[in-house]
């Protein structure tokens, strides 16, 4: 009888450290199967077009995970900036770049890299020295990118030459516009001049003979003529660098999820 008892004791043990192991077992293997959930729900939605939806499960996978943080990161990051959330989306793609390894740093330098280049678009117009500053920062993230994550002849690499050469004739032509602005304000401010000057001169020389009057016009003519042909030249050039932008940005719009304007956004390389 003490023997069965003994048994029975010796049974009990092992089925309460079984229902022990068990319970931690399933817990353990739901806490991975919804954490890998969310990190997967956030780039199945992303490339549906469902953005919000996209940074909810990314904001929901930081929450649970420990680990592999970058992507969560990134996730969100890239979800902010198809919606137009640029500084958001620098905030979380930078926090992703820290902690990223180097196989995945590629992935998140383009697309910071595209945060930056868009920053420099919106203010492009009202602050063009903080604009080139952003261009600058958007060519260095690209070009600081290790050997390993961008191979020749990868996808990576690609996109990543796109990119620079997108972001170059952006800044080339933003560079050629101000200085264009700039050259026709002095331009319309010598032109003021001149017309002032003209008019003392034919107040004060109304006594001269019409020959000399009709070869001053001629020579002023010819002056503005020059002038003309000069500045023709400058338009060309910096009409050519603006159109070069456009197409690029165009081409940026068509690789992005739908092409559909200001809710485009570089291909997710993830």
């Known amino acids: 009888m003490n023997r069965i008892r003994g048994r029975w004791a010796r049974l009990r043990r092992i089925t309460k450290i079984n229902l022990i192991l068990g319970t931690v077992f399933t817990l353990v293997a739901a806490y991975i199967g919804v954490t890998a959930y969310f990190g997967t729900a956030s780039q199945v939605r992303y490339t549906s077009n469902d953005f919000p939806g996209a940074k909810k499960a990314a904001t929901a996978f930081l929450r649970l995970s420990p680990l592999q943080r970058h992507i969560g990161y990134f996730n969100r990051g890239t979800a902010e900036a198809a919606v137009g959330d640029y500084d958001e989306a620098q905030s979380d793609l ?35 020295d903080q604009s080139q500053e952003l261009y600058d920062r958007s060519l260095k993230t690209l070009e600081d990118a290790p050997e390993e994550c961008q191979p020749k002849k990868s996808e990576e690499k ?17 560079k050629a516009k101000n200085d264009g ?56 050039k910096r009409e050519e660098l603006e159109k070069r932008g456009e197409d690029s940005d165009r081409q940026q719009q068509q690789q992005g999820p739908g092409g559909d304007g200001g809710r485009s956004a570089p291909d997710k390389p993830w």
């Open 94 to 128: 930078e926090a992703a770049l820290k902690i990223a390894p180097t196989s995945a740093e590629c992935a998140v330098r383009i697309n910071l890299s595209f945060v930056y280049e868009k920053q420099a678009d919106e203010i492009s117009s009202q602050d063009p």
């Open 158 to 174: 690609q996109k990543s030459e796109q990119a620079k050469d997108r972001v170059e004739d952006k800044k080339k032509g933003e």
């Open 181 to 236: 602005t700039d050259d026709s304000d002095s331009g319309d401010d010598s032109q003021d001049g001149d017309s002032q000057d003209g008019d003392q001169k034919s107040e004060d020389d109304k006594s001269s003979e019409g020959d000399e009057k009709s070869e001053d016009e001629s020579s002023d003519d010819s002056e503005n003529s020059e002038e003309s042909d000069g500045k023709s030249e400058r338009e060309k």
